[in-house]
């Protein structure tokens, strides 16, 4: 078993030498029907296969239009009204026309609207009654001086609204490189992949040795793991993470079972090893691989959130997931012309800032990396690669569509009214687009119910590398490091678990989360601690601590200059999209 301390020098080591390693391949390389409701011109341009603005993906928009006393044209429009997160405010017309993009922070609360007339004003109604507001009135202007504050969220309007300025996004030095050779370098792709297969493969595996055995487990949190051990003598592991559990367990985990987080009620911890799973379940109904004796051993550690105590969101980074093509997508489905599959090859003049609003950084629990950057989030290979363009994958933050939700796609969203869901989308959830506030997603199922009985079943592509796009080796070898999330139920709750898997096959993550008790569960990203990073923030006297699933994850983290942690999507922007919780209200 390695140390943290030497777990933070080896991940230190392994980056060094991906980047050193990419950099020297580099110096040789360089020779779906709309939802029911919409207006039928904006369904139309929804639909439309042709270039088009992201306001043409917005289907449930409203716009309101002004002009101020000197003639200056005004335009609001409201992203999704049901939703009421974010706007786009226009100043003037055509070519010179310049669009703030602004965030609602009390969107449950507060309603956004313009008055038209010759004192046009933005109206503002909430806790604390009505209040009016100008941002653009004076020289310079309050927004102006919200822009030149280069703040990623500068407040307007008395803090009652924010400005979303574009920023740069935190990236590690492994990260820009592949980026590079994926973006400007012909065959870049295979160079990365070369690299990933031959240096990296299992590097993060880690096995916990059993140190005795315990009995019982936890009456709270999610079900407890079958294990073929009986119940009374479950295996206790030494496991390196980095999480604080209450009782002061500490590095000892009986397997399977559930230890609360301690200082955040309704968070739970756990650790398994997937071969130490039941027979039932790993030899049970459903279609999935053995697992072969690495991954059996290889541990996995899980954290579980009570979903009566939290709410989710999503947030996209600033590079990725992008909305051009991916490259994996074949000729034969690519619509000619087009900057990307749904039409827009950007967000703008949209922000994508890939960090949690400071409006709900004093109630955010955790944060973990979303998903599959655009590069590979589409099909190259299977059923799923012949319909909607390659089936690239979707995504929706504050109710802003700016990625189609796919059909046969895995699916994790968040309702206006805070219901939480995880689904293999079809035709007939687009009657949800003008509720949904955020949606992400991310290949196809890990587990779903089986459509006959309602049993959740390993997903029906979880032992087909291509059709399933799991990534892993051009030998279709599946282990690595990789992440998911799933739903489950216990004790008439409902939990969102995420897991953590030092070294695993598809078939592996499914067996785990079905023995879990998941209902449905979807893969998130994979191969490097950045891309299957998750982080808790307990708080006490005063102070957040930042604990991580493992600790070579802390590396991402930056610090200032007295050593103090600056949290990951917390402190600062990040180029990749993201998961948070927050308590609820």
């Excluded at 969220?153 to 920023?167: I, Q, S, T, Y």
């Excluded at 998911?484 to 939990?495: D, E, K, T």
Aim: hydrophobic share 40%; net charge neutral; glycine share 12%.
């Amino acid at each position: 078993m390695r140390s943290p301390l030497r777990a933070m020098r080896s991940e230190r080591a392994r980056l060094r030498l991906a980047a050193g390693l990419l950099a020297a391949l580099l110096a040789g390389a360089t020779g779906a029907p709309a939802a029911a409701g919409m207006q039928a011109d904006r369904r139309a341009a929804y639909e439309a296969v042709g270039p088009k603005s992201i306001l043409d993906l917005q289907p449930f928009r409203s716009e309101s239009e002004a002009r101020l006393a000197e003639g200056t044209a005004l335009r609001l429009v409201s992203i999704n009204p049901a939703v009421n997160g974010w706007f786009l405010l226009v100043l003037g017309e055509g070519a010179a026309a310049r669009s703030f993009h602004l965030e609602n922070p009390d969107p449950r609360q507060r309603s956004v609207t313009l008055q038209p007339g010759p004192a046009a004003t933005l109206v503002l109604e909430g806790p604390g009654g009505r209040t009016t507001c100008e941002p653009w009135a004076g020289t310079p202007s309050d927004l102006d001086r919200a822009v030149a504050s280069g703040l990623p969220f500068a407040p307007l309007c008395g803090d009652r609204l924010l400005l979303r300025n574009r920023v740069s996004g935190s990236a590690t030095s492994l990260e820009r490189t592949t980026d590079f050779l994926r973006d400007h370098v012909w065959g870049g792709e295979s160079v990365v992949g070369f690299v990933r297969d031959t240096f990296f493969r299992d590097s993060h595996a880690e096995e916990s040795p059993e140190v005795g055995t315990a009995s019982g487990h936890s009456a709270a949190g999610p079900r407890p793991a079958p294990l073929k051990a009986p119940d009374d003598a479950r295996p206790v592991l030494s496991v390196v993470h980095d999480l604080g559990l209450a009782g002061g367990q500490g590095a000892r985990m009986a397997e399977g079972t559930w230890y609360p987080v301690a200082g955040l009620d309704g968070v739970f911890a756990s650790a398994i090893r997937p071969a130490a799973i039941s027979d039932a379940v790993l030899r049970g109904p459903g279609k999935a691989n053995a697992l072969d004796p690495i991954e059996g051993d290889a541990t996995a550690i899980l954290v579980a959130f009570d979903l009566a105590r939290f709410d989710l969101g999503f947030a996209m980074g600033t590079d990725h997931p992008r909305l051009d093509w991916s490259p994996r997508a074949p000729a034969s489905v690519r619509a000619g012309g087009l900057p990307g599959p749904d039409g827009v090859g950007s967000p703008e003049p949209l922000v994508m800032l890939g960090m949690v609003s400071p409006a709900l950084t004093d109630r955010t629990v955790a944060t973990f990396t979303g998903g599959f950057k655009r590069q590979h989030g589409a099909f190259k290979w299977g059923p799923l690669s012949t319909v909607n363009s390659g089936s690239h994958y979707g995504f929706v933050e504050q109710g802003t569509v700016l990625g189609k939700l796919q059909p046969g796609l895995a699916t994790v969203y968040a309702l206006a009214d805070g219901t939480i869901g995880m689904t293999t989308w079809t035709g007939a959830d687009d009657a949800l687009l003008p509720r949904i506030r955020f949606a992400r997603q991310n290949g196809v199922a890990l587990v779903e119910p089986d459509p006959a009985t309602g049993e959740p079943l390993p997903g029906r592509f979880v032992t087909q590398w291509g059709p399933g796009n799991w990534s892993g080796s051009a030998a279709a070898e599946l282990r690595t490091l990789r992440a998911g999330a799933c739903m489950a139920a216990a004790r008439g709750g409902r939990y969102l678990v995420y897991g953590y898997f030092s070294t695993a096959t598809p078939s592996a993550m499914a067996r785990t989360f079905q023995a879990y008790g998941c209902e449905y569960a979807m893969l998130l990203d994979m191969n490097a601690l950045e891309h299957t990073y998750l982080a808790l923030y307990v708080r006490r006297a005063g102070q957040v601590h930042v604990e991580h699933i493992v600790p070579g994850m802390g590396l991402v983290d930056r610090k200032d200059k007295r050593g103090n942690v600056i949290p990951r999507f917390l402190g600062y922007p990040d180029n990749r999209d993201l998961f948070y919780l927050t308590r609820k209200e």
